[in-house]
C-alpha cells in the first residue's frame, strides 16, 4: 500500500507563490513517476505536472508551463510543486498522484494508482 500526503496550500495573491510537497511512504519511492492534479469547483480533475522515476523528464499542462515547476528528492521521498506567478485560476484542490507502472511520465488520470488526500490552494485577486 503506498500512502501520499500532500502539504503546503493556502491562501495567497495573484503574483504570488507556494510550494506544495507530498509525502509518500513506501521503500520504492524512486520507482514511482508521479504527477500533480488540480480540481476546481465544479470541474473535473486536470493533469498538472508529471515527473519521471529519475526526475529527469518532466511534462506540463500549457496553462501552467513557465510558472510552475515539479522536482523530486527520492532520498526523502518527497515530490513537490513549486508554484509562481499564481492567477485566480489556478484555485483548486491539487493532488499528487503515484504511478507504479510507467518510467515516464504520463498524463491521463487513470494511469495513476495511488492518490493523497488534496490540499487547498486559494488565490485570491
Known amino acids: 500500500q503506498v500512502q501520499l500526503v500532500e502539504s503546503g496550500g493556502g491562501l495567497v495573491q495573484a503574483g504570488g507563490s507556494l510550494r506544495l510537497s507530498c509525502a509518500v511512504s513506501?521503500?520504492?519511492?524512486?520507482?514511482?513517476?508521479m504527477g500533480w492534479f488540480r480540481q476546481a469547483p465544479g470541474k473535473e480533475r486536470e493533469f498538472v505536472a508529471a515527473?519521471?522515476?529519475?526526475?529527469?523528464?518532466?511534462s506540463y499542462a500549457d496553462s501552467v508551463k513557465g510558472r510552475f515547476t515539479t522536482s523530486r528528492d527520492n532520498a526523502k521521498n518527497l515530490v513537490y510543486l513549486q508554484m509562481n506567478g499564481l492567477k485566480t485560476e489556478d484555485t483548486a484542490v491539487y493532488y499528487c498522484?503515484?504511478?507504479?507502472?510507467?518510467?515516464?511520465?504520463?498524463?491521463?488520470?487513470?494511469?495513476?494508482?495511488?492518490w493523497g488526500q488534496g490540499t487547498q490552494v486559494t488565490v485570491s485577486s
Open positions: 498522484a503515484a504511478d507504479l507502472r510507467r518510467s515516464q511520465v504520463t498524463t491521463p488520470r487513470s494511469d495513476y494508482d495511488y
Open positions: 513506501g521503500r520504492t519511492f524512486s520507482s514511482y513517476a
Open positions: 515527473i519521471s522515476r529519475s526526475g529527469t523528464s518532466t
